[in-house]
């Protein structure tokens, strides 16, 4: 069994920051790819950034310069530092891992999500 916890969204005036914070509990082989994703009100589920067990990082042209994605391997462990945060980017965010649990293949988990509200 395999879980990922999020937490750290909230309410925050535009221009401000927030950090968002994902970690995976579980029987826990080894984890591939980390990122988060966001959904708006009547919008489609996207890529935010993600990054890969070697550091590898890729974000949304939206989001470039203001956003930054870091893991801790050891703690299976993956934050989003939000800055310059804007109306645009209130959203649902959800963690997603690729993990393979002991003695399974890889598969693709999901946070419960948090939401993130940008509003003066």
């Known amino acids: 069994q395999v879980q990922l916890v999020e937490s750290g969204g909230g309410l925050v005036q535009p221009g401000g920051s927030l950090r968002l914070s994902c970690a995976a509990f579980?029987?826990?082989?080894?984890?591939?790819?980390m990122g988060w994703y966001r959904q708006a009100p009547g919008k489609q589920r996207e890529l935010v950034a993600a990054?890969?067990?070697?550091?590898?990082?890729n974000y949304a042209d939206s989001v470039k310069g203001r956003f930054t994605i870091s893991r801790d391997s050891a703690k299976n462990t993956v934050d989003l530092q939000m800055n310059s945060l804007n109306a645009e980017d209130t959203a649902v965010y959800y963690c997603?891992?690729?993990?393979?649990?002991?003695?399974?293949?890889?598969?693709?988990?999901w946070g419960q999500g948090t939401q993130v509200t940008v509003s003066s």
């Open positions: 579980g029987s826990i082989g080894s984890v591939g790819v």
């Open positions: 997603n891992a690729q993990i393979r649990p002991y003695s399974s293949i890889y598969n693709s988990y």
């Open positions: 990054i890969t067990s070697g550091g590898t990082t």
